[in-house]
């Protein structure tokens, strides 16, 4: 069972990869007031820990959370709030949880006292973009204690080279995915090519996880519907894993 734990809303854009950031699309169509890059706790706050009327936990162990979806986990914004979470991770220990960040160089600053190695039942996803986005935040990933680590190419704005960074001692898989909405950006199927190529030869596992919106191959450019963009990913059956999600 996946869940997906979102204690606070709101982000504000740090690189290329923010321009058409999805939670700022759904709160304008959902006329949402507040500003987006306002940052606020939300009625989720403590969801792991939400009981049933018998007193149990109302997510069984086992429990996937995929935490902070529509922010940062690590924005600064929430720095007094994240040791409660830490808290609640730690009281979790029969559940599962991951995050993904495009601030992977707050990590360390963000840490529990009690990470040490890292949470066995943990796993952080950094973010890139594009190679510049690569080349600065996959050093800092890698120079980390994680004891699980992903490594989320979205959006793809263009051919990556990750093969400095590809360790199956470090990393544990590659996912790939384009930009969605109606100003997403192209996603060329031949940089998803290139990419599972490199993961094949660095004996990292790949997933190509969605086309976003415009996906080009062999010379044309398609529109994918939002509905049909993880599906159709999946139908290249270029994937060396199974999908986590
Ligand atoms: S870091 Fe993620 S959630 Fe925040 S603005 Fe960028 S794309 Fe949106």
Redesign the pocket.
């Known amino acids: 069972m996946t869940e997906s734990w979102n204690p606070w809303h709101g ?4 690189s290329a ?2 321009k058409h ?1 999805y ?1 700022y699309r759904e709160d304008a169509a959902f006329g949402t007031e507040i500003p987006s890059d306002q940052v606020r706790k939300t009625s989720s706050f403590r969801l792991p820990l939400k009981k049933d009327r018998h007193k149990n936990f109302k997510y069984p162990s086992g429990t996937m959370f995929g935490l902070c979806f529509t ?2 986990l690590l924005i600064e914004e929430a720095d007094p709030w994240r040791e409660e979470i830490w808290e609640i991770i730690r009281q979790r220990r029969d559940c599962t949880f991951f995050f993904f960040t ?1 601030r992977i160089d707050r990590l360390a600053a963000c840490l529990p006292a009690d990470w040490g190695e890292g949470y066995e039942h943990v796993a952080v996803g950094c973010t890139v973009e594009n190679q510049d986005r690569a080349d600065y935040r996959l050093p800092i990933f890698l120079s980390l204690p994680i004891r699980h680590r992903l490594l989320i190419v979205a959006p793809m704005l263009e051919r990556i080279d990750l093969r400095p960074y590809l360790n199956p001692q470090h990393i544990e898989e590659v996912s790939a995915s384009g930009e969605s909405g109606k100003y997403a950006r192209t996603l060329d199927y031949n940089w998803i090519l290139d990419l599972r190529a490199q993961c094949i030869e660095a004996q990292v596992p790949f997933c190509f996880h969605q086309t976003g919106s415009y996906f080009l191959k062999d010379g044309k450019t398609y529109h994918i519907p939002r509905e049909k963009q993880i599906s159709q990913a999946r139908k290249a059956g270029i994937d060396t894993r199974e999908p986590r999600l």
């Open positions: 982000c504000h854009k740090i990869g923010c950031c939670v922010s940062d495009k």
